[in-house]
């Protein structure tokens, strides 16, 4: 086969991996419309449970109401459909990858989605409760807290994505000791300045209050600490593999 018909031939692979992840993500997105209103009133729970008795959110665009819920819908549609999305990267990029790669990638595919999924679910349900908490207690005498729901489903996305990717910290530490970029002694030799880089990134990523910076901060700082351990743990099995 010329260069020309195998560059074609992935182009036709690519195209069907990427057709096949486009339908499902759209099959899921329209089981989910019906019920956007519902998605986004579950996703809005955590503030509206902590604001004062008769307090509401307000849509100040005219077709907000309309586009704010189907963003939710579309946003869980892709959390949904992601493992088969993944899997369609994974048989296009499977047939170019050495045995030793595919058992380390399959893992670390499983793992990313996974510790994704649990930043989200960490936020939701653990740091939400307090940083709104925090927010409507720090209202000034006499003002109403109203927030908009398309701001608040920007901040709510910033938050799932901040503690999404928080939570690849130990993915990101096994691949750069497996690569060869750095060794489990020089991560445990700057964990001092980990952890004083994670009460940096609390800070920023999180409203100004001590509880949810901690909320940030601890977990990024315990899940360094898990990567270290899971590499320490790879690079033994890889020595061990080496061996005659």
């Avoid at 069907?16 to 809005?44: E, G, K, M």
């Avoid at 990717?165 to 060869?180: A, K, N, S």
């Avoid at 489990?184 to 001092?192: G, W």
């Avoid at 999180?206 to 910076?213: A, E, L």
């Amino acid at each position: 086969m010329s260069a020309t018909e195998s560059f074609i031939t992935h182009l036709i692979e690519l195209r069907t991996r990427l057709l096949n992840s486009v339908v499902a993500l759209t099959l899921v997105f329209i089981c989910l419309f019906p019920w956007a209103s519902d998605l986004y009133a579950l996703l809005a729970q955590p503030l509206l449970a902590k604001l004062p008795i008769g307090g509401q959110m307000i849509a100040t665009d005219v077709t907000t109401p309309f586009f704010v819920p189907l963003k939710v819908a579309m946003m869980t549609a892709f959390v949904i459909a992601l493992p088969y999305i993944l899997f369609q990267i994974w048989r296009f990029i499977a047939p170019g990858l050495y045995a030793h790669e595919k058992r380390l990638v399959v893992p670390l595919i499983v793992a990313s989605t996974t510790l994704f999924v649990c930043g989200m679910a960490f936020a939701y349900f653990l740091v939400f409760p307090v940083v709104f908490g925090f927010i409507t207690a720090s209202a000034p005498k006499g003002v109403a807290v109203m927030t908009d729901i398309d701001k608040y489903l920007s901040f709510v996305l910033t938050m799932f994505v901040a503690f999404g990717t928080t939570f690849q910290v130990p993915v990101v530490v096994v691949i750069l000791v497996r690569m060869g970029f750095v060794t489990v002694e020089k991560l445990r030799e700057i964990r001092p300045y980990v952890v004083v880089g994670a009460f940096v990134v609390g800070a920023i990523f999180t409203p100004p209050d001590v509880v949810s910076q901690f909320m940030l901060a601890i977990p990024l700082w315990l899940l360094y600490e898990a990567g270290i351990v899971v590499a320490a743990w790879v690079g033994k099995g890889r020595m061990k593999g080496d061996q005659p």
